[in-house]
């Protein structure tokens, strides 16, 4: 048997070049998995459980239920009140349920929330007095709940800018050795910001334990997606930064706590920021001031109601037994209640005081604020004067 | 007392502060290793550590917006802007955010930190390192806005800066970083809040802050020549302004003459010459004046000592405070002449 040398080199081992191991990629691990992790179905029937993200415990997944339910209710209730006059704006989260909820139940509460004005319902869901949540949206201050305590900052309505402050404030609490963690809720438009990018940055940089939560809701008011992003999705963007990321199914409401689940304990263990992109749908306008169908159609936004993530839950609690007819008229019974009180506290008008405008500038008046407010008190009182 | 240049002082004032308070940290651009561009922040790093003396992305408004995070965590941010017009991309942060957490949420939040920022012209720097950007954070309520003009005012107004419950943007006099000066570190000028007379004199006042107060002291000087008695007072602290000190002064003089090294349109000697009006319009002999910068976009290195006030320019203008009780001629012709 003869062979050519071609075919002797091809048998001959020696003369194959050793295989040198493929250099590790230096972006696995940072990479968001191509499509969106989800746990469950649109109808609500499990898809099988994955190691990566397990599901959260069911005591936790009806809690979150419960919230969800009651998180509706005050958002129509708030849009009510809008109508009524009682609120000068009032941006809905309506079908974005599942994030507004699992996001602070992903945290303790001695973490940090960074929200935007989209998330008076987070907020709620996080226990704070439902009215000093809508303070600023009634205008009788800015910010009405106390920051401090409750470990949430002021609603950011600059786009973006509380992204760099979690960087700041978490790096703060681990250099004094505290294991706080800073969740920041932005949506899909605010990632075109810079202060998005710097933020993200800084985090990696200093190894900021900080969710970095993006409700990518397609709309930046009107300007669509496809305008703030070429990115495959806008979970990529963590990875240039060298931040872990991910997507989540946002309206696949045991999904998207399994995996904040996931990002708040890799921040919280240390290891630094989390990038996490929600795929989710505003079911409303911007505002009760904006009107839709100037730049998307009906049947898209009834497309998404098939997807929602109250009844996805529902379904799926039901047939797991952990929730039932009686349970569920329980929760809409809390939930209306809770709306009923809202409602008759909010019909109470605030009283506002023309002096408090100078308190708070500086931690004392400065001599031309003292000036000013006896101004303002001289002029208050000519005109009570006048109305005698 | 040592004599040592206002570069020294500042330094001397970042040491200290972190010394007697470990909640100080100071960060910035090239801060670190290298002390700054300016060598302000010269051996902090390695006296302290790079836990408190540290470099950041190169990203301003990251640099002030890590800043108010740090401040709501309890932290003392010292924050470097290398160069005056560098700091632009920061202004959201520092308007929106930095100035108004306090007030935004009833004071639940408050965010005290120290925004340094090397500021103004005379050195010969290309376009972008020599703005003066005062007028910018003193229109936006909420913040402190304070510069310096002397060796001992440099440590002392940081110091007080560092330890005020407000945010404080230190506007720091490029051209005066390497003027020698003596101070005694040992004891505060009780500085921050209080202009404060420079020169007394009996003929006119010259209100100065910063890079300008070292022209007005050398106009006064000259004056003498003329058979001018100035009294100059150093502003010092922009925000909070002294009403009292610059009040008491011109109403003892009767004659008043703004000085600042910004273009002059809605800036900050505007705002002054209007409080004089104000509060000394019967004492005042004559309309108070203003010099300032032009109102052009700093020019070029070769061409900006054109652009800044000089000793001549303040001269012209104490001259034109109708000694002789006769209207200044500029101003009787109807509107603006070519």
Same mark, same amino acid.
């Given at each position: 048997m003869t062979t050519t040398p071609q075919a002797a080199r091809r048998a001959s081992p020696r003369k194959r070049r050793p295989a040198t191991p493929a250099a590790p990629d230096p972006a696995a691990g940072l990479m968001p998995q191509a499509e969106p992790v989800r746990l469950l179905n649109s109808d609500g029937t499990p898809l099988p459980p994955r190691a990566d993200y397990p599901e959260p415990p069911v005591e936790a997944l009806r809690e979150m239920y419960r919230r969800m339910i009651v998180g509706r209710r005050f958002d129509a209730q708030a849009t009510a009140l809008t109508k009524q006059g009682r609120l000068a704006v009032y941006p809905s989260s309506r079908g974005q349920e599942a994030c507004q909820v699992g996001g602070v139940l992903a945290l303790r509460d001695d973490d940090w929330v960074f929200p935007t004005y989209r998330e008076s319902m987070a907020l709620t869901a996080r226990g704070i007095d439902p009215v000093e949540v809508l303070t600023l949206l009634r205008g009788d201050?800015?910010? +009405?709940?106390?920051s401090a305590a409750r470990r949430t900052a002021p609603q950011c309505t600059p786009l973006a800018t509380q992204c760099v402050h979690a960087a700041g404030l978490a790096y703060g609490e681990s250099y004094q050795g505290r294991d706080t963690v800073a969740l920041v809720y932005i949506g899909d +438009?605010?990632?075109?910001?810079g202060d998005f990018h710097e933020g993200v940055n800084f985090a990696a940089v200093f190894k900021a334990p900080v969710v970095y939560f993006v409700q990518n809701n397609r709309y930046a008011i009107s300007v669509p997606l496809s305008r703030q992003t070429a990115a495959p999705s806008l979970a990529y963007k963590g990875v240039g930064y060298g931040v872990p990321s991910e997507q989540v199914d946002g309206n696949d409401p045991v999904a998207v706590l399994a995996v904040l689940n996931r990002a708040v304990a890799h921040a919280r263990a240390g290891k630094g920021p989390y990038l996490v992109e929600a795929h989710t749908y505003r079911m409303e306008p911007h505002t009760n001031a904006d009107d839709q169908t100037r730049y998307r159609d009906a049947d898209e936004v009834e497309a998404w109601r098939d997807r929602d993530p109250i009844a996805r839950l529902e379904t799926y609690l039901r047939a797991r037994d952990v929730l039932d007819d009686a349970a569920v008229a329980e929760i809409a019974e809390q939930a209306e209640a809770y709306a009923a009180r809202l409602r008759e506290r909010m019909n109470a008008q605030p009283t506002v005081d023309p002096l408090s405008l100078f308190e708070h500038v500086y931690a004392q008046p400065t001599a031309q604020l003292v000036e000013q407010r006896e101004q303002v008190r001289a002029e208050l009182a000519a005109a009570q004067e006048e109305d005698a | 007392m040592a004599t040592m240049t206002m570069a020294k002082a500042l330094n001397a004032a970042l040491a200290d502060a972190m010394l007697d308070d470990e909640r100080v940290v100071v960060f910035g651009e090239d801060v670190g290793q290298l002390g700054g561009v300016f060598r302000i922040t010269d051996g902090l790093q390695a006296r302290f550590g790079d836990k408190r003396c540290f470099d950041t992305p190169l990203a301003e408004a990251g640099i002030v917006g890590f800043a108010v995070g740090l401040a709501m965590s309890g932290l003392r941010p010292v924050v470097e802007m290398q160069f005056d017009a560098f700091a632009y991309p920061a202004f959201e942060q520092i308007a929106s955010h930095v100035a108004k957490l306090r007030n935004r949420t009833r004071g639940a939040l408050s965010v005290p930190m120290v925004i340094r920022v090397p500021y103004a012209g005379g050195i010969g720097g290309v376009e972008h390192h020599c703005d003066s950007s005062e007028a910018y954070y003193a229109h936006t309520p909420g913040l402190k806005v304070v510069t310096p003009a002397t060796v001992a005012d440099a440590y002392s107004l940081l110091r007080e800066a560092i330890d005020d419950p407000d945010p404080v943007v230190f506007m720091e006099p490029k051209k005066l970083y390497f003027a020698s000066g003596d101070a005694?570190?040992? #004891?505060? #000028?009780?500085?921050?809040?209080r202009a404060v007379v420079r020169r007394p004199g009996r003929d006119a006042t010259l209100v100065a802050y910063g890079p300008a107060v070292p022209v007005a002291l050398e106009a006064a000087e000259a004056a003498r020549e003329e058979g001018w008695d100035l009294e100059v007072v150093d502003v010092r602290t922009i925000v909070p302004f002294d009403d009292a000190t610059v009040t008491a002064s011109v109403r003892r003089t009767g004659r008043c003459v703004v000085i600042q090294e910004a273009q002059g349109f809605a800036g900050v000697g505007a705002e002054i010459a209007a409080r004089v009006q104000e509060r000394c319009f019967h004492a005042l002999h004559a309309p108070v004046l203003r010099v300032s910068g032009l109102d052009i976009p700093y020019p070029a290195p070769m061409l900006e000592h054109t652009h800044l006030p000089s000793v001549d320019r303040v001269l012209d203008a104490v001259a034109r405070l109708q000694w002789d009780d006769q209207p200044d001629a500029r101003w009787l012709t109807d509107g603006v002449s070519a």
């Amino acid at each position: 048997m003869t062979t050519t040398p071609q075919a002797a080199r091809r048998a001959s081992p020696r003369k194959r070049r050793p295989a040198t191991p493929a250099a590790p990629d230096p972006a696995a691990g940072l990479m968001p998995q191509a499509e969106p992790v989800r746990l469950l179905n649109s109808d609500g029937t499990p898809l099988p459980p994955r190691a990566d993200y397990p599901e959260p415990p069911v005591e936790a997944l009806r809690e979150m239920y419960r919230r969800m339910i009651v998180g509706r209710r005050f958002d129509a209730q708030a849009t009510a009140l809008t109508k009524q006059g009682r609120l000068a704006v009032y941006p809905s989260s309506r079908g974005q349920e599942a994030c507004q909820v699992g996001g602070v139940l992903a945290l303790r509460d001695d973490d940090w929330v960074f929200p935007t004005y989209r998330e008076s319902m987070a907020l709620t869901a996080r226990g704070i007095d439902p009215v000093e949540v809508l303070t600023l949206l009634r205008g009788d201050w800015h910010c +009405g709940y106390d920051s401090a305590a409750r470990r949430t900052a002021p609603q950011c309505t600059p786009l973006a800018t509380q992204c760099v402050h979690a960087a700041g404030l978490a790096y703060g609490e681990s250099y004094q050795g505290r294991d706080t963690v800073a969740l920041v809720y932005i949506g899909d +438009g605010a990632t075109s910001e810079g202060d998005f990018h710097e933020g993200v940055n800084f985090a990696a940089v200093f190894k900021a334990p900080v969710v970095y939560f993006v409700q990518n809701n397609r709309y930046a008011i009107s300007v669509p997606l496809s305008r703030q992003t070429a990115a495959p999705s806008l979970a990529y963007k963590g990875v240039g930064y060298g931040v872990p990321s991910e997507q989540v199914d946002g309206n696949d409401p045991v999904a998207v706590l399994a995996v904040l689940n996931r990002a708040v304990a890799h921040a919280r263990a240390g290891k630094g920021p989390y990038l996490v992109e929600a795929h989710t749908y505003r079911m409303e306008p911007h505002t009760n001031a904006d009107d839709q169908t100037r730049y998307r159609d009906a049947d898209e936004v009834e497309a998404w109601r098939d997807r929602d993530p109250i009844a996805r839950l529902e379904t799926y609690l039901r047939a797991r037994d952990v929730l039932d007819d009686a349970a569920v008229a329980e929760i809409a019974e809390q939930a209306e209640a809770y709306a009923a009180r809202l409602r008759e506290r909010m019909n109470a008008q605030p009283t506002v005081d023309p002096l408090s405008l100078f308190e708070h500038v500086y931690a004392q008046p400065t001599a031309q604020l003292v000036e000013q407010r006896e101004q303002v008190r001289a002029e208050l009182a000519a005109a009570q004067e006048e109305d005698a | 007392m040592a004599t040592m240049t206002m570069a020294k002082a500042l330094n001397a004032a970042l040491a200290d502060a972190m010394l007697d308070d470990e909640r100080v940290v100071v960060f910035g651009e090239d801060v670190g290793q290298l002390g700054g561009v300016f060598r302000i922040t010269d051996g902090l790093q390695a006296r302290f550590g790079d836990k408190r003396c540290f470099d950041t992305p190169l990203a301003e408004a990251g640099i002030v917006g890590f800043a108010v995070g740090l401040a709501m965590s309890g932290l003392r941010p010292v924050v470097e802007m290398q160069f005056d017009a560098f700091a632009y991309p920061a202004f959201e942060q520092i308007a929106s955010h930095v100035a108004k957490l306090r007030n935004r949420t009833r004071g639940a939040l408050s965010v005290p930190m120290v925004i340094r920022v090397p500021y103004a012209g005379g050195i010969g720097g290309v376009e972008h390192h020599c703005d003066s950007s005062e007028a910018y954070y003193a229109h936006t309520p909420g913040l402190k806005v304070v510069t310096p003009a002397t060796v001992a005012d440099a440590y002392s107004l940081l110091r007080e800066a560092i330890d005020d419950p407000d945010p404080v943007v230190f506007m720091e006099p490029k051209k005066l970083y390497f003027a020698s000066g003596d101070a005694d570190l040992s #004891t505060r #000028t009780e500085s921050f809040g209080r202009a404060v007379v420079r020169r007394p004199g009996r003929d006119a006042t010259l209100v100065a802050y910063g890079p300008a107060v070292p022209v007005a002291l050398e106009a006064a000087e000259a004056a003498r020549e003329e058979g001018w008695d100035l009294e100059v007072v150093d502003v010092r602290t922009i925000v909070p302004f002294d009403d009292a000190t610059v009040t008491a002064s011109v109403r003892r003089t009767g004659r008043c003459v703004v000085i600042q090294e910004a273009q002059g349109f809605a800036g900050v000697g505007a705002e002054i010459a209007a409080r004089v009006q104000e509060r000394c319009f019967h004492a005042l002999h004559a309309p108070v004046l203003r010099v300032s910068g032009l109102d052009i976009p700093y020019p070029a290195p070769m061409l900006e000592h054109t652009h800044l006030p000089s000793v001549d320019r303040v001269l012209d203008a104490v001259a034109r405070l109708q000694w002789d009780d006769q209207p200044d001629a500029r101003w009787l012709t109807d509107g603006v002449s070519a």
